[in-house]
């Protein structure tokens, strides 16, 4: 049984202001619930029988158990799934930008779209990059629609909100700032190196201009064949998610 | 001025039988219009005066001018963008299968999120990919969150709903069946040729267990740092991208 007040509470939940006054956030579902469980103590689950069973060892905080009617009343999904649960934000992550010596990292110039930032993350995961850094503008990672996208990597990445312009003049003489640019070079053509910083724009407007002028490798994304007529460009995860598989494929090739 | 019958008429294409039986299907904002617009008639235009201005000429079909309140009543998006036209169907493409002896064509084996639909047909575009074979279960094109996504690349690539089974028993012999699987080899150590069919799966199951005996080449997307504990799987359209650039990085440097 549910309480008003708490159906209340995480609804509220959807807006960011609302967020980030009570420090946490929402996730769904048994698999991105469950990823962050085995990092993150949760504030509040609130379950199904169904999800209670398998699932009683690993809970926190207060726990209320719920019918499926009842968890469709405070859940953010379509379809919702056995299980929603409150946890905290993570403190803002330090950054330390001489890892960009030997690590690959993701910076967001914009992103707007949450289901873009969700895969974004998702991506670096697979590629094994701990670090996202955003500029202000970019979505709020802690959205409930960022976060499901995610498909639970949200408990093994990084998101920093940062002033982009000042963190790339601040890297270490000679770090690489990748960036996919329309007037960059082929992407299969370059020696990449496995650490640095990847840079990726707004979906509307690629990256700034400010941003752009810092990018030491332009890359392009060939289309096929070479200039025929096609789409204008890839959707800004697709582009991360091509850029970080052929810096790795590369670097990996290198070592 | 937009008549209630005519909203009435737009609302219900929201559903595939409705599309279906009328034969037609709902593509929203410039962009997409527009690039259907170059290669296809609208049976119908519902567009503000700040589109008509810089578009009249292009315009078919029954044109009706309405202010920014009358577009949101019909639109199917959150933040509707000066146009909304309902165009034809095309009829199915022809399968010609002897064609991959020379090209590339994506197969889509269940495939259920419209988003992620969208966003596999906008990137057959980017890689020179004209033909797109979908399960029957596979999501349906004409979907608006399909258009949408495909952001305008829906002009441009055939989707035709076949038996999958068949039509992979039924390509020329020799013909490269490529697969991502859990127990495929290292994509970046295989050696692609620059024709054939690129199977993909459903977001839960991936590739079903009948079609997923025929691939001929079994693929993995590695992770990175290899066999590190990460996320389970990278999202259906994100290594969809990834397989279509390896095999057109691939491929090109084998001419």
Redesign the interface.
């Known amino acids: 049984m549910i309480s008003k007040a708490k159906i209340k509470y995480i609804r509220s939940l959807e807006l960011k202001k609302n967020r980030k006054a009570e420090g946490v956030f929402v996730a769904e579902g048994p698999k991105v619930v469950g990823d962050l469980l085995a990092t993150t103590p949760a504030k509040l689950i609130i379950a199904t029988s169904s999800w209670m069973q398998s699932n009683h060892a690993k809970t926190t905080g207060e726990v209320i158990e719920v019918t499926e009617e009842e968890l469709r009343k405070v859940s953010f999904l379509q379809h919702p799934q056995q299980v929603l649960a409150v946890f905290p934000q993570t403190p803002p992550h330090v950054i330390c930008l001489s890892d960009l010596d030997t690590q690959l990292a993701i910076a967001l110039d914009g992103v707007q779209d949450p289901?873009n930032l969700g895969?974004i993350i998702?991506?670096a995961?697979?590629?094994?990059i701990e670090n996202i850094y955003c500029s202000q503008d970019t979505a709020d990672v802690y959205n409930s629609k960022v976060v499901q996208a995610t498909?639970?990597?949200i408990a093994?990445v990084h998101v920093v909100y940062t002033n982009l312009a000042e963190l790339v003049d601040n890297l270490p003489e000679g770090t690489p700032v990748y960036g996919t640019l329309l007037d960059g070079e082929d992407i299969?053509q370059q020696e990449l190196v496995n650490h640095g910083l990847v840079i990726m724009g707004n979906e509307g407007n690629g990256i700034s201009q400010e941003i752009a002028a810092k990018v030491t490798h332009r890359l392009l994304?060939?289309?096929?064949?070479k200039g025929?007529s096609?789409?204008?460009?890839?959707?800004v995860?697709?582009a991360t998610?091509?850029t970080c598989?052929?810096i790795?494929?590369n670097g990996?090739r290198n070592i």
């Open positions: 289901g895969t998702r991506i995961d697979w590629f094994g498909m639970g990597s093994r299969y994304i060939p289309n096929y064949p025929r096609t789409t204008d460009s890839l959707n995860a697709i998610a091509i598989s052929e790795r494929r990996n």
